[in-house]
């Protein structure tokens, strides 16, 4: 074989070897699904009215501690310990899960204009600490709890703990995922209500 056919041949030879390398998760395979949060109450389509930047609801993302700063499910397995559920992935951090979902639920209130943090634009402030969300062992229930911090346009800051549980949830993603996303929905409409 000539010089020039085998250069020609090796190149893409080469050229896809890097490319696998770059879509590979962790070292190993793909996981088979990755699970989100999908909220029940959904904002119309169209163009929202203009807005005043003082009228703006920013929702921030929820501060969490490192057992839930990953894509994995969390499991509590005792009041000391934590573990993950085998081969179950979020598609982003449970945190940006909840936040997009509340954003969602309060724009579809419709009673003020909402934007995520990453727009900075808003007179009243919605973030927190993102407690829980994943599997309790001990009790084989879904649990989300989260500390609200609204933060109004007065300097007035007012705090509220949630919690939802779903009870009787079987240890696999796909059930605990589905669980997981009835409870925040749940947990979404009581911030809202909150929220006002």
Known sequence: ?????????????????ALGACVSIGGGKA???????????????GTQAAFKPADTLVVAEPDT???LATAR???QVSPTAIAYMKEAFWVERPARLLRNLLAEDLRATGKRPVTLDE???GATRLDGRLLAMGYDAKSHSAVIRYDAVLHHANG?????????????????????????NRAANTLAGQVAEWVG
């Open 65 to 67: 501690d490192r057992g």
């Open 31 to 45: 996981p088979a699904q990755l699970y989100t949060l999908t909220a029940d109450a959904k904002a119309p389509s």
């Open 156 to 180: 007035e800051v007012t705090m509220h703990r949630f919690e939802v549980t779903e009870p009787d949830v079987s240890p696999n993603g796909g059930d605990l995922a589905q669980a997981l």
């Open 119 to 121: 727009d900075g634009i």
């Open 73 to 75: 499910m969390a499991v």
């Open 1 to 17: 074989m000539s010089k020039a056919k085998l250069l020609r041949w090796a190149v893409p030879v080469v050229l896809m070897t």
